[in-house]
């Protein structure tokens, strides 16, 4: 009984083999004649073979999906990136504006006007950081839930 066994998994696997080329039904009818193309061999090894062709089929699909999403995340980065530049350049020049309008401030002014004065234009200069700040929170904020519903 051994020996049929044997037999019957050595003529699955060369009819899988065939059935895996092209013109593989005319192989196996060249190979073991036409009645074989009704056996349990035939029938087993095309199963084996789709079943086989499913799997190759999904793999290579989840390996498109894997690489869309790197790519997604990716392109995410560089923009997150890319904003976090554009801040801090935004932030520079606020600071520059600032100490610039400090600067303009003229001697002669009598101390106390002076003061005055030098309080508004950094209470306006701390108005306009904390409204960019309140900007950039809100980017993080909508990238952080671009990036969630990406995944």
Known sequence: MTETTALDSDRLTTMRRLLAQPGGEELIKQRFGEAALGSDEYRQAQTQLQRSRAH??????????????????????AERARRARADDQTEQQRRAEAASVTAKTPAATAPAQR?????????????????????????????EQERAASM
């Open 115 to 143: 003061g005055e004065q030098v309080r508004e234009r950094v209470d306006a200069a701390r108005s306009r950081v904390a409204e960019a700040n309140r900007s950039s929170q809100v980017r993080a904020r909508s990238a």
């Open 56 to 77: 190759q089929k999904a793999a290579r699909e989840d390996a498109v999906a894997v690489a869309e999403a790197r790519g997604r995340d990716e392109r995410a980065a």
